[in-house]
């Protein structure tokens, strides 16, 4: 956490206050959250990053709330039912319509559980969406309907579409920062073992690092529609060793390259593209 | 005013016979707001049906893994027409266009909408441009396939070429000026046709929230309209607002189309959140429990909903996160609110499970379910996994299959007020629950197929056989929400003018059911003193007035 770091020269006593404060709070809500291990996992699993294991803790701690709230509302109707079910269909009960006390409460509670559920949430997400430095770079296309995934420096891409799913190799408990752009429509990068997603935008260079610290293949798919073949549209995340990841670069060192060129012209003239409508052409 | 005993309003004309056309000829020239409600009814309950239709294909192609029942073609076009029909042709507008139509009038004492031609003007844009957006089906490129939420570059017209789209647009956009008239018709009448007596804080809840609807719908509106201009002009004028190759921007038609899309939840859900609220306090015997607490929790999620649109776009990585998060986070509050004060509402009441209050708790406990589940799509790395899996969609289906409760337990307690006869109870009560226990049904594989990572609009899913049981359990409660529909069908044929329902079958509490049922031409011949939200319970039950807490007179 950044809450650790010495204020930088100059900071006013207030700031450093505020900062020794930040600290105290933030340290142990932290240490809480991130370790609700005890809890159930409520239908999602740790993931093999190391956000997404906060991801995951942050889930549990959203849904302990959901659960004791969701169980309080229910007990109160079922409450109501029974005792209040129609008896008489002639008796009028007592018109009661204010109780402030009790309406300011059920205001105040829900809006510091919504604080709470804020904090946690900026806990979770600030190491999530930072991008730290790091040394392995990935540059992914999403095209209609493949997956492209460029190693720049390495002369290193491996392209794949539909049933010829692709395979992204990256190195073990390394951070590795991916470049995600899109050649037509908007498409979803999307690693369910990640427990995270990013749009890949025509126009647009999306960033965001992650951390792999558990060796497997782990499926990806797109998430968002993307026309005609969006249900096919699958890759592969291998994270491997740093060693085997050196070697898998170096052997594959403009061999990959040049079948990618091969494989990316076989690619454009295999593509489904639509004949443009007649008016479009009109201008 | 009278005192004490009710005021007939212009007596001579109590036997007033409205002498215009009768037959198909009134009603395709009719300006009386009933019978242009009854046709907005009518037409979205079809839509209804027609996007259920759709809906039960969909996942009758999701009941295996690699279903055979559609091509990937056909498969887009259905999820597509599937959430358009429901969303612009069924619950838009039959939540602002069909029972607020005929109640809001009635409720504050009103003879008619403010601009009775230009309420007529809405229902036939209504009309039109549903049957245009439907269209597409009978076109050669068939209808349109981009998701409901037609995010470009998707929709240019390299890759949707076909006349589907541009129907799709056009039928958008004349349902889109419907809405806009119609949201300008609700505000003139709330503000300047409510009878003596009925002040701002003496108006139904019900009416309040078509209120904050109708101004919700003047400031959003326009915004999609302005898209969806910009979007034809990309696609025919060469114009390049959303294209890349000519310097614009796709995700801008994200922007715009959230800035709608939000706040058009809101639109969706208030009037639904308005019946539920008047059945449940009918039903309990009592009044609305913080009636203006309700007022205000209604305000602020309108409010809100205007600032959360980017909550749709947390994983476009193009978007302040931690501002549309605690914004969309907050509308927990006062939508908390509601469900604590409906709790209260049914507190120390007399309740009566008639199928209007059934459907209505329903409503309660489904609603809860999407709410619930929606707090942590606000919550952005909750919403990185969730995003665009199955957990979204069965979120947002709980959400609107609770308002499709709510608006069901609308019919049952409005129907007999605009027919003058009541529906059969026992088959309401079987609709009920096979539409309670299917929605569950339906919803709760989903949720589960979610975080297990099934993405949203696949046509097939071949890499993961483990999702077909998930997926055919939901595709079994769909069927049984399809058979509730029956029931309901079956309901009308049975009940066809069985059971007179009389002025006020529910000893219910607000100025519609002081009138006759069905209505006379100009809604009252006589009206009560107004002196609280409550005008009819005040007139039939002088002795047990509504009193704040701490006050101890019985």
């Given amino acids: ?283 | 005013m009278s005192h004490t005993t009710a005021t007939p309003i212009s007596e001579h004309d109590s036997h007033d016979e409205h002498h215009g056309p009768s037959g198909l000829l009134n009603w395709l020239t009719t300006t009386d707001h009933k019978i242009i409600g009854l046709s907005y009814t009518i037409t979205a309950v079809v839509m209804l049906v027609i996007g259920g239709a759709l809906a039960e294909l969909i996942r009758a192609q999701l009941a295996s893994s690699n279903g055979h029942l559609v091509s990937f073609a056909q498969y887009n076009e259905l999820f597509t027409m599937h959430g358009s029909v429901m969303i612009y042709l069924f619950a838009g507008p039959f939540a602002f266009g069909a029972l607020a139509n005929i109640i809001v009038p009635i409720q504050i004492g009103a003879p008619d909408m403010a601009f009775p031609r230009l309420n007529a003007l809405s229902y036939w844009l209504y009309l039109t441009g549903s049957i245009t957006m439907l269209l597409g089906f009978f076109t050669t490129g068939g209808a349109a396939n981009f998701g409901w939420v037609g995010y470009a570059p998707l929709t240019s017209s390299l890759n949707a070429p076909g006349a589907g789209a541009d129907l799709w647009i056009g039928g958008l956009m004349l349902t889109g000026f419907s809405a806009i008239f119609t949201g300008v018709n609700l505000v003139a009448t709330i503000f300047y046709l409510r009878a003596p007596g009925m002040t701002m804080f003496r108006m139904p809840i019900f009416t309040w929230n078509l209120l904050v609807t109708a101004i919700l719908i003047l400031l959003a509106f326009p915004v999609l309209t302005a898209g969806l201009i910009m979007l034809y002009a990309d696609r025919h004028f060469g114009t390049h607002i959303f294209s890349v190759a000519g310097g614009g921007v796709p995700v801008l038609w994200q922007h715009i189309f959230w800035f709608w899309g939000h706040p058009e939840v809101y639109i969706l859900a208030l009037p639904f959140f308005g019946m539920a609220t008047e059945i449940i306090a009918v039903f309990s015997k009592k009044p609305v429990f913080g009636y203006k607490g309700m007022i205000f929790a209604t305000i602020s999620i309108a409010a809100l909903s205007l600032g959360v649109w980017a909550h749709h776009m947390f994983t476009t990585g193009v978007v302040l996160l931690p501002f549309f998060s605690i914004m969309s986070l907050l509308i927990a509050v006062p939508t908390g609110i509601k469900i604590f004060n409906w709790i209260g509402t049914m507190w120390r009441g007399e309740i009566w499970f008639s199928t209007a209050m059934l459907m209505s708790i329903g409503f309660l406990i489904t609603f809860l379910i999407g709410g619930l589940t929606g707090i942590y799509l606000a919550s952005p790395p909750l919403d990185f996994f969730t995003h665009d899996t199955y957990f979204v969609v069965a979120h947002f289906h709980s959400v609107v299959m609770a308002l499709v409760l709510a608006g069901m337990g609308g019919l049952y307690y409005w129907g007999p007020k605009i027919t003058g006869y009541l529906l059969n109870e026992r088959l309401g009560k079987a609709q009920f629950w096979f539409l309670f226990i299917g929605t569950q049904v339906f919803t709760f594989p989903l949720y589960i197929l979610g975080l297990q990572g099934m993405p949203r609009r696949m046509a097939v899913y071949p890499l993961h056989k483990e999702w077909v049981s998930l997926n055919a359990l939901s595709s079994v409660g769909a069927l049984l929400i399809g058979v509730s529909t029956l029931f309901f069908v079956v309901n009308i044929i049975v009940s066809w003018k069985k059971y007179p329902a009389g002025d006020n079958p529910w000893d219910a509490q607000t100025l519609e059911w002081f009138t006759t049922s069905p209505p006379p031409h100009h809604n009252f011949y006589r009206l009560p003193q107004i002196r609280s939200e409550r005008p009819t319970w005040d007139y039939n039950h002088p002795e047990h007035k509504s009193i704040a807490h701490g006050t101890h007179e019985e």
């Fill in chain 1, 1 to 283: 956490m950044d809450s650790t770091t010495l204020p930088p020269q100059g900071a006013t006593t207030s700031g450093r206050t505020w900062r020794r404060l930040r600290a105290l709070l933030l340290l142990p809500l932290s240490g809480v959250l991130l370790s609700g291990c005890t809890l159930p996992n409520f239908g999602v699993t740790k993931g093999v990053t190391k956000s997404s294991v906060n991801v995951y803790h942050l889930w549990q701690w959203f849904s302990l709330g959901a659960a004791l709230i969701g169980l309080l509302v229910v007990l109160l109707l079922a409450y109501a039912f029974l005792r209040y079910r129609r008896k008489d269909d002639k008796a009028i009960p007592k018109q009661s319509q204010y109780h402030i006390p009790l309406e300011v409460l059920y205001t105040v509670v829900p809006i510091i559980i919504v604080i709470a559920l804020f904090v946690g949430t900026l806990i979770v997400e600030n190491p999530e969406v930072a991008n730290p430095r790091t040394d392995v770079v990935v540059n992914i296309n999403a095209f209609q309907w493949g997956w492209k995934f460029a190693y720049p420096g390495h002369s290193v891409v491996v392209i794949g579409q539909t049933t010829q799913s692709p395979t992204m190799v990256i190195p073990a408990n390394t951070n590795v920062h991916v470049n995600l752009t899109s050649t037509d429509v908007v498409h979803g990068f999307y690693v369910k073992e990640f427990n995270f997603s990013r749009y890949a935008l025509p126009g647009v260079t999306n960033q965001f690092t992650f951390n792999a610290v558990k060796t497997g293949t782990y499926a990806g798919q797109c998430t968002q529609l993307c026309g005609l073949y969006h249900s096919l549209m699958y890759f592969k995340v291998k994270v491997v060793d740093r060693a085997t990841y050196d070697h898998w670069l170096s052997a594959n060192r403009d061999v990959s390259a040049a079948a990618a060129a091969a494989s990316a012209t076989a690619l454009q003239s295999n593509t489904y593209v639509p004949s443009k409508s007649t008016k479009s052409k009109a201008n």
